[in-house]
């Protein structure tokens, strides 16, 4: 390891060679060659670069009921590389889950900004408690510190500067000091050759320092050199400096004589970092009674004293307050509903003007406002009689809960898990997050759908399919061909059936920190060794019986809102993938051999309905297609023997449909008649009960660790249950606890009524 001091030196170097290479302070011309080199990006105002923000971490698609959805990769918080990254993702703080439609919506609702030139509209983030909402808007702030750092997201302000000339005066106010060679600039001046600096707390763009018809020929002149199609931000084409800057500028232009040049040589460049710790650009605003903004007057302030005489003559202010703070960045009214009208009835001018009145001067707003509600807040808003007047200045956007259980089980492994002291069994959360989806869903009213068809099938649904039908895109295996591909099509119609409606799907049931608080209970209860899927369920009935929440008294509604019933309905999803990963455990089937059953029966069945002979792959004779082998086969899936000759014809035509949909890929059975597959796998494990049986209970008796019973077993019987036991552990990561409720749970509930061996 180097000494202190070679260290010290080494990090002095990197640091001060960032500073260079971050361009941090500049002269107005070098600052001027910047905009000149890429004027998009050094003429964005608030919205254009939170849409450029969200532009430069890209997106990916995710899949959302069984279909591609595009997601910012800002929301995944990937800001500060791999390492970081995955510790922020551990930590489950730090990043987003679910809500791709808000994420678009807020895109959509930027790109409305941009091509109007101006921030025109407040965005209400409404929905229950515990949505997400406040989570959203932290993401955003720390993807704007973040971008605020890269090159791309680079951010100048300026500040004036008067040096103290050979005469003892301050440079521009006074002095006769000539010194300054022309097209030079004080902006580099070292602090002590500096006699005052005054820096613009609105964080104004430098380019408000030409005047307003030249700036405007300048700029568009390179936006189009540049190819930009997009009109200037109102913030540059209409706008003009705050009262300080302005009056600092135009007592320079008098001292001058009308010379910009010099005026522009006392500016200094600056870059600046968005931080929401020190309230640069990324504000929080709560809802307790304050004033946003106001102002101050700084040419009679003690400190200022050394302010040239002809800016102690004016009435300097500057303006303070978290709308100045916020100024080029983004500002989040938290709770703004639970705020007094009046104290927030400004911005209905304001968001129309651009501007703020203050008590000497109009604040001029560069910031995107975000604001965030629950429903019940809104609901006594619209209720009010200004609200028609608010209305057309708000965008709403609502915030549901998530109605994808594998989405909403992230939030529970990344936030749960990584805090639970004990072993967190297989399945915990994904239990939790089902019953509390389950709890969230809407019966679907067919009688509504355009297309009667899809309507008739939607109308059928189950809470438990309807889940299942968000998750997976997984369509319920008794719907006829024509109904599964009407229900397969129409998913995104289901989705946004309750979207005009006031109680619309994911604004009531369980929150996200009500199940967190069940999940965290069930951790530490003493009836289990471990976070067990069988605690989760037991304090969710306890939660159920408490009647504390408003959704646990709905009417129960063909199935829907029956949380209590949901609990036995989870608990037999639970045990149906206890039952899959046993059996798999065992080895006394391999998956493989289901594919490669129905791979030899769609061969067989494919010659036969041409009427040809098939190769036989041992012989190398052609034969007749198998009939004992798609006898069987249609046996185990329980086809009608008057309708085999149909479902075979029907087979092949699937078949061949997915290779004219995908040519030359490779069939996929499994994703292709996902319910044939099943029906095998039940039918050869059917007859392999009473062996699961055994099995199971010589799992049990090693987790006892009882010698004498072990003893009894035998060798054979004991190195079966140990080889069952390590694929648990190692392939789905049981451990002894848990893997004793999960077989004894299978033992109780689906092998009870077969005989050991």
């Not at 500073?19 to 105002?45: C, N």
């Not at 009308?258 to 640069?280: I, N, P, W």
């Not at 089980?409 to 805090?419: K, L, T, V």
């Not at 140990?722 to 049981?734: K, V």
């Amino acid at each position: 390891m180097k000494e202190p001091r070679s260290r010290l030196q080494a990090i002095g170097a990197v640091v001060r060679d960032r500073f260079e290479s971050q361009k941090r302070v500049l002269s107005f011309d070098e600052y001027l060659a910047l905009v000149a080199g890429d004027p998009w990006r050094y003429t964005r105002d608030a919205a254009r670069y939170l849409r450029d923000c969200l532009d430069f971490y890209g997106t990916r698609e995710v899949t959302s009921a069984g279909r591609p959805v595009k997601r910012w990769r800002l929301f995944d918080q990937p800001l500060a590389g791999p390492e970081l990254e995955a510790g922020a993702r551990k930590n489950g703080h730090d990043y987003l889950v679910g809500q791709e439609r808000l994420q678009a919506d807020l895109y959509r609702i930027l790109g409305n900004f941009v091509r109007e030139g101006q921030v025109n509209r407040l965005v209400l983030l409404h929905g229950p408690n515990g949505s997400a909402k406040s989570t959203f808007v932290a993401c955003l702030m720390r993807a704007l510190e973040h971008y605020s750092q890269e090159d791309a997201g680079a951010l100048y302000r300026f500040s004036w500067i008067f040096p103290r000339g050979k005469d003892g005066k301050t440079v521009g106010f006074g002095s006769r000091d000539d010194s300054l060679p022309p097209g030079e600039s004080y902006a580099h001046l070292p602090d002590e050759r500096i006699d005052v600096k005054l820096t613009s707390e609105l964080r104004e763009s430098p380019l408000l320092l030409l005047p307003s018809t030249e700036r405007v020929r300048l700029l568009r002149e390179l936006y189009q050199s540049a190819g930009i199609e997009q009109p200037l931000p109102r913030l540059l084409s209409r706008g003009d400096l705050g009262l300080k800057n302005k009056q600092i500028f135009e007592a320079l232009l008098t001292a001058y004589r009308g010379d910009l040049a010099k005026v522009l040589s006392h500016v200094r460049v600056e870059r600046f970092y968005h931080s929401h710790r020190y309230r640069v650009g990324a504000v929080t605003i709560g809802p307790e009674m304050a004033v946003d903004a106001k102002e101050r007057q700084i040419s009679v302030d003690r400190s200022l004293g050394a302010l040239p005489a002809s800016l102690s003559a004016l009435s300097l202010y500057e303006t303070m307050g978290e709308l100045v703070d916020a100024s080029s960045g983004l500002l989040e009214y938290s709770d703004l509903l639970k705020r007094p009208l009046d104290a927030w009835r400004y911005l209905l001018l304001a968001i129309e003007t651009g501007e703020v009145a203050l008590s000497y001067s109009q604040l001029p707003l560069n910031s995107v406002l975000v604001a965030t509600s629950n429903e019940l807040h809104l609901e006594a808003f619209r209720q009010h009689h200004e609200y028609r007047s608010f209305r057309g200045r708000l965008q709403p956007v609502r915030v549901p809960y998530l109605v994808d259980y594998r989405r909403e089980q992230e939030i529970y492994d990344a936030q749960i898990a990584p805090q639970v002291r004990t072993h967190v069994a297989p399945h915990a959360t994904y239990v939790a997050a089902l019953w509390a989806v389950l709890t969230r869903l809407r019966r679907p009213q067919g009688e509504h759908y355009e297309r009667e068809a899809l309507g008739a099938v939607a109308a059928t649904l189950s809470p438990l399919e309807k889940a299942d039908l968000y998750a997976d895109g997984r369509i319920p295996e008794r719907l006829t061909p024509e109904e599964a591909k009407e229900l397969r099509v129409g998913i995104e119609t289901i989705r946004g059936e309750t979207d005009t409606w006031p109680n619309y799907e994911g604004l009531s049931g369980a929150s996200p920190r009500e199940i967190r608080t069940l999940l965290l209970d069930a951790a530490q209860d003493p009836g289990y060794a471990c976070l067990s899927p069988l605690a989760v369920l037991a304090h969710v009935e306890r939660f159920c019986d408490s009647g504390d929440f408003e959704f646990l008294k709905e009417k129960v509604e063909d199935g829907y809102h029956d949380h209590r019933g949901f609990v036995a309905r989870v608990h037999a999803r639970w045990l149906d993938l206890c039952d899959e990963e046993f059996r798999t455990s065992t080895g006394l089937v391999e998956e493989t051999q289901y594919l490669e059953l129905f791979d030899r029966y769609v061969v067989h069945v494919s010659y036969w309905t041409k009427g040809e002979r098939v190769e036989n792959r041992v012989t190398g004779k052609f034969e007749d297609p198998d009939a004992q082998l798609m006898k069987s086969v249609e046996d185990m899936l329980d086809v009608p023997k008057g309708g085999r000759e149909t479902f075979r014809q029907d087979l092949i035509s699937a078949v061949a449909g997915h290779a004219i949909d995908n040519p030359g890929a490779q069939v996929d059975y499994a994703r292709i008649f996902p319910r044939h597959l099943a029906k095998l796998r039940e039918a050869s494990y059917e007859k392999l009960r009473r062996e699961l049986r055994g099995i199971a209970e010589d799992v049990l008796d090693v987790l006892s660790a009882n010698p004498q019973v072990i003893t009894r077993m035998g060798a054979a019987r004991e190195a079966k249950a140990r080889e069952t036991l390590a694929a648990l552990f190692t392939r789905y990561g049981y451990a002894a606890a848990s893997a004793k409720d999960a077989v004894g749970g299978l033992l109780e509930a689906r092998y009870a009524d077969g005989e050991a061996g």
